[in-house]
């Protein structure tokens, strides 16, 4: 279920999810001074709901390929060092349809399933309730303020059951 927030409760939960996710897995020895650290696993191999995954992760870039146990795969790519980036794109879902604001939709039930997965990824259920609070702003590739300094990105590449759909969630 998604939970509605305000934009000061979202944007201090936004907050403490990317502080949570950057410093818990942090490596002291990471030679450059980036406020968020280096890039970290969002899903654990060993998390039940994980059907295969693959990592790449450095300094200021890292890329995460899950595959769920529902055959929904995910591609997360993370950047960033003084400004944060995370880019979702998921394909393999069967939620495929050709209505632009069902794009939007069907990335608010992605992001929910996500959250709802473990505790450690809630914050991915607040994003889709920020997102569901704003969906009257959203358009295919145009990004909208969700809070202060915080931005989502929704769009749609290719059609049918080759379709991915892309969420850009984004600190400025």
């Known amino acids: 279920m998604i939970k509605r927030l305000n934009k000061k409760q979202f944007y201090i939960l936004f907050l403490l999810f990317i502080t949570t996710v950057i410093s818990s897995c942090g490596n002291d020895s990471t030679p450059t001074k980036c406020k968020y650290g280096s890039p970290q696993l969002i899903f654990s191999s060993s998390d039940n709901f994980i059907k295969e995954q693959s990592h790449q992760l450095g300094e200021i870039e890292g890329e995460e390929t899950v595959v769920f146990d529902n055959g929904l795969r995910l591609n997360l790519l993370q950047s960033g060092c003084n400004t ?28 929910d399933y996500m959250g709802n997965l473990k505790e ?53």
């Open 120 to 172: 450690e990824v809630k914050a991915f259920s607040f994003w889709a309730g920020a997102i569901a609070e704003n969906l009257d702003a959203f358009q295919p590739s145009q990004e909208v303020e969700l809070a202060p300094n915080t931005y989502a990105k929704i769009d749609k590449i290719g059609q049918g059951e080759a379709a991915m759909i892309r969420v850009i969630l984004s600190q400025k």
């Open 84 to 111: 944060i980036e995370q880019e979702l794109q998921f394909t393999n879902y069967t939620f495929v349809t050709q209505s632009e604001q069902n794009i939007f939709k069907n990335a608010i039930a992605l992001l």
